[in-house]
């Protein structure tokens, strides 16, 4: 089956600081999604990506759909407490189901 | 509008019993997904919904996991004679083009 794969697993950050995070797919997408999880929720969607190169913000935060359509990159800058929790990257093919990285667990130090 | 709604929000069931998980999706989203997430896990696909049609049932584990949805609205996710592997948070999720899916809350299953 389709494999996502995301990086890092995990990561222990000092407020302020910016962080990156990707996701890299062994086929081409032609949706890329980025979600925040946090305890006891379900995924909340942050930004959704349709196109090649396509770069979008959403606050401080920044994804961009990779030139190979086999990569993504989610970037938060100046990361404050409630920035906190898992981002999962997920990717799809042709307008059916989506698949989702493991997830990355974002810890923030105030 | 409102969200994705599912509930019950938990379900403590004795393994070999049936239960029912049910989901509201958003209101005129056309596509609806179900999803399983294991503790620190990833997400799992099960199913996928266009409109009462099931283009892709791939993802359920076995015959003991069925799923319907009725009058392109609700989805009921029933599994039979339930085993402690299916204790997981179960995810629904609705979308209005197929192009990103909003999820509900989940439903935490355990199975004692």
């Known amino acids: 089956g389709q494999q996502l794969n995301q990086s890092p697993q995990s990561m222990f950050i000092q407020e302020g600081e910016d962080v990156s995070m990707n996701c890299t797919s062994s086929?081409?997408?032609?949706?890329w999604l980025w979600y925040k999880q946090e305890p006891g929720e379900g995924p909340v969607l942050l930004i959704a990506?349709?196109?090649?190169?396509e770069l979008t913000s959403n606050g401080r935060l920044t994804a961009q759909f990779g030139i190979t359509r086999k990569d993504s990159f989610l970037n938060i800058s100046a990361s404050i407490p409630s920035d906190v929790g898992i981002y999962f990257c997920?990717?799809?093919?042709?307008?059916?189901?989506?698949?989702f990285g493991s997830g990355t667990k974002l810890n923030v130090k105030p | 509008g409102a969200g994705v709604s599912q509930s019950p929000s938990n379900k403590v069931t004795e393994k070999g019993k049936d239960v029912e998980l049910r989901c509201d999706p958003i209101?005129?989203?056309?596509?609806l997904y179900w999803y399983r997430q294991s503790l620190g896990q990833g997400l799992e696909f099960l199913i996928y919904?266009?409109?009462?049609?099931?283009?892709?049932k791939s993802g359920l584990p076995s015959d003991r996991f069925s799923a319907e949805r009725t009058g392109g609205s609700v989805s009921t996710l029933t599994i039979q004679r339930t085993q402690q592997e299916d204790s997981a948070v179960y995810l629904c999720?609705?979308?209005?083009?197929?192009?990103?899916?909003?999820f509900g809350q989940g439903t935490r299953l355990t199975v004692v």
């Open positions: 999720a609705s979308s209005p083009r197929r192009t990103e899916a909003f």
């Open positions: 086929s081409i997408f032609n949706t």
């Open positions: 990506l349709y196109k090649a190169g």
């Open positions: 997920a990717g799809q093919e042709n307008f059916n189901k989506f698949y």
């Open positions: 209101s005129g989203h056309t596509a």
């Open positions: 919904f266009q409109g009462n049609s099931a283009p892709d």
